[in-house]
């Protein structure tokens, strides 16, 4: 693979880098904290004690889906900056990427009935849900109309590697 594709400026390449790094030990932190989190809001909410389990569980996984996300990220912006983006694995990390916001919005829609079942939300809270799960099928539906672009890209210089 030749290596003289226009590249992202070295700067930028670490800023997001760095930026994606800090938000991964962010969620890191964020799963260490939950548990706690969770036991205060038991405690001071008895009456839905109940739901402290299976919502510390949908926590939990949702960070963990956001820290895979930010990993995938952090993997394409390396292949864009190393010449490597225009290759076949990279489709399959944009798979992984996909993948990972499917389950993201499966969860909410998981949690949305967890929280309904126990009787513990609120319109408020259900609005927010609504829009955060409309958020995430609408990144979906974006990264895939850009993986089909990286689709394209990738079919046009293998073309161009076997005329060159």
């Known amino acids: 693979m030749t290596r003289d594709l226009p590249r992202p400026p070295f700067a930028l390449v670490v800023a997001t880098e760095a930026l994606l790094i800090v938000l991964f030990l962010v969620g890191l932190g964020a799963i260490a904290l939950l548990p706690g989190f969770s036991a205060d809001a038991a405690a001071t909410l008895p009456e839905y004690a109940g739901l402290r389990g299976p919502l510390l569980a949908v926590a939990i996984t949702f960070t963990i889906l956001g820290l895979i996300a930010l990993a ?7 292949r864009v900056h190393s010449g490597t983006m225009l290759t076949s694995p990279s489709l399959r990390w944009v798979d992984v990427l996909v993948a990972t916001l499917g389950c993201a919005a499966v969860l909410i829609v998981v949690g949305f009935f967890v929280i309904s079942n126990g009787q513990a939300g609120s319109p408020f809270l259900a609005l927010i849900q609504v829009m955060a799960c409309i958020a995430l099928v ?27």
Do not use: K, P, Q, Y
């Open 72 to 78: 995938m990220v952090g993997l394409l912006v390396h």
């Open 138 to 164: 609408s990144t979906i539906c974006i990264t895939l109309v850009l993986r089909s672009l990286l689709g394209n890209a990738i079919h046009l210089r293998a073309e161009l590697d076997e005329v060159v």
